[in-house]
């Protein structure tokens, strides 16, 4: 299984990105997806994840500025982050895993990251 991210880079405080996250070895359309960050010198965090069955979940830090979706044709999961902040800024990763409760326990499958920096 290979799970890779993309789409981070720079962007001022209030804009937009997306992330992608190109799956190999499994079918999205039949695990739970979900994305975690990093921030420097912090824990790494849930951020959002959506189920094979199209329920999705959000840290209370990103409802109603990020949204998860998925294009099964693609075989990828994408996070639209929306009025970025300074502290969104992190290595964003994309893994699967079981939903617990209303975030995601990540399992093993960790692809690289990519970076997104949010300048104030």
């Known amino acids: 299984v290979q799970l890779q991210a993309s789409g981070g880079g720079l962007v001022q405080a209030g804009g937009s990105l997306r992330l992608s996250c190109a799956a190999s070895?499994?079918?999205?359309?039949?695990?739970?997806l979900g994305w975690f960050r990093r921030a420097p010198g912090k824990e790494r965090e849930f951020v959002a994840a959506i189920t094979w069955g199209d329920d999705s979940y959000y840290a209370d830090s990103v409802k109603g500025r990020f949204t998860v979706s998925r294009d099964n044709a693609k075989n990828t999961v994408y996070l639209q982050m929306n009025s970025l902040k300074p502290e969104d800024t992190a290595v964003y990763y994309c893994?699967?895993?079981?939903?617990?409760?209303?975030?995601?326990?990540?399992?093993?499958?960790w692809g690289q990251g990519t970076l997104v920096t949010v300048s104030s």
């Open positions: 893994t699967t895993g079981p939903i617990v409760g209303k975030t995601m326990r990540p399992d093993s499958h």
């Open positions: 070895g499994l079918t999205v359309s039949s695990y739970n």
